[in-house]
């Protein structure tokens, strides 16, 4: 069985930084793409980050220059750097990732990331 989990969120000031990981255990051949995803309040689930097995990456414009996604393959790893944070970058964030055998996708069950102004 698949399990992914994520941690780091957190509390933190406008203009800080958060450091998101996410780890993906059990049966796993391999992995393709690994990513966040995020959902504020009222909102719908949105593409935060993804990085494919090859190491492409792909960004919502709301946190391009901003967030770095990477990932360490040998660790089933996937992290998420965010720096200059904004008050609308609170949300819960979402890992996900797709995974063989399959592939089927996988989520985590979230981590809250709050900042305050």
């Known amino acids: 069985q698949v399990q992914v989990v994520e941690s780091g969120g957190g509390l933190v000031q406008a203009g800080g930084s958060l450091t998101l990981s996410c780890a993906a255990t059990g049966s796993i051949f391999s992995i393709n793409a690994m990513g966040w995803y995020r959902q504020a309040p009222g909102n719908q689930r949105e593409l935060v980050a993804h990085?494919?097995?090859?190491?492409?990456?792909n960004y919502a414009e709301s946190v391009k220059g901003r967030f770095t996604v990477s990932r360490d393959n040998a660790k089933n790893t996937v992290y998420l750097q965010m720096n200059s944070l904004k008050p609308e970058d609170t949300a819960v964030y979402y890992c996900?990732?797709?995974?063989?055998?399959?592939?089927?996708?996988?989520w985590g069950k979230g981590t809250l990331v709050t900042v305050s102004s």
């Open positions: 996900h990732a797709n995974i063989f055998p399959g592939p089927m996708d996988y």
């Open positions: 990085i494919s097995s090859g190491g492409s990456r």
